[in-house]
T-cell receptor, first 116, second 109 residues
Framework: GAVVSQHPSWVICKSGTSVKIECRSL??????MFWYRQFPKQSLMLMAT?????????EQGVEKDKFLINHASLTLSTLTVTSAHPEDSSFYIC????????????FGPGTRLTVL | GQNIDQPTEMTATEGAIVQINCTYQ??????LFWYQQHAGEAPTFLSY??LDGLEEKGRFSSFLSRSKGYSYLLLKELQMKDSASYLC??????????WGAGTKLIIKP
């Protein structure tokens, strides 16, 4: 199957700093990428859907000014957690979907963010 | 609204068979996915059903009944490494995945 990478795999930062997470589709073009967050022992929670070249669509309750998403190319989307706080500590996972077929969605390995 | 239901936790014995059920209600339907997720890792794809019936893939099989809004994942010859969470997800009319909360499967020797 197709490969999606995420960088970094884990990051520890101080409260108040910003953290950028990259999501890349390595061998296919992803017109749509999804960003999920998962707290311990909880299910995946969709944060936002990003389409290449347009603004991301955020799920209810997700602050778009805090979680900045940029999908500038067909192979790269970035999530920036601005002014991170300890409650933002979580496992962030991206997934990418090819132009067709729409039923294929591939996950990155995830990024574990710890905010001190 | 859209909803996916699956049991929170199940326990089974090594070598046995276990069936994890999932019911769904979505706005439109374009298929049903099962993913496996080990603790601390991203989900990995197991199966995709869009037509009624059983799809078999090695020790894992997945079944779908569109009229009943029902699917199950069947795991045979359970191994300790199968201990994980199993996520059911339905693809709605907008091709968005609607996720269940996951079923934590505990395998005992």
């Amino acid at each position: 199957g197709a490969v999606v990478s995420q960088h970094p795999s884990w990051v520890i930062c101080k409260s108040g700093t910003s953290v950028k997470i990259e999501c890349r589709s390595l061998d296919f073009q992803a017109t749509t990428m999804f960003w999920y967050r998962q707290f311990p022992k909880q299910s995946l929670m969709l944060m936002a859907t990003s389409n290449e070249g347009s603004k991301a669509t955020y799920e209810q309750g997700v602050e778009k000014d805090k979680f900045l998403i940029n999908h500038a190319s067909l192979t790269l989307s970035t999530l920036t957690v601005t002014s991170a706080h300890p409650e933002d500590s979580s496992f962030y996972i991206c997934s990418a979907r090819e132009t067709e077929p729409y039923n294929e969605q591939f996950f990155g390995p995830g990024t574990r963010l710890t905010v001190l | 609204g859209q909803n996916i239901d699956q049991p929170t936790e199940m326990t089974a014995t090594e070598g046995a068979i276990v069936q994890i059920n999932c019911t769904y209600q979505t706005s439109g339907f374009n298929g049903l996915f099962w993913y496996q997720q080990h603790a601390g890792e991203a989900p990995t794809f197991l199966s995709y059903n869009v037509l009624d019936g059983l799809e078999e893939k090695g020790r894992f099989s997945s079944f779908l009944s569109r009229s009943k809004g029902y699917s199950y994942l069947l795991l045979k010859e359970l191994q300790m490494k199968d201990s994980a969470s199993y996520l059911c997800a339905a693809l709605d009319s907008n091709y968005q995945l609607i996720w269940g909360a996951g079923t934590k499967l505990i395998i005992k020797p």
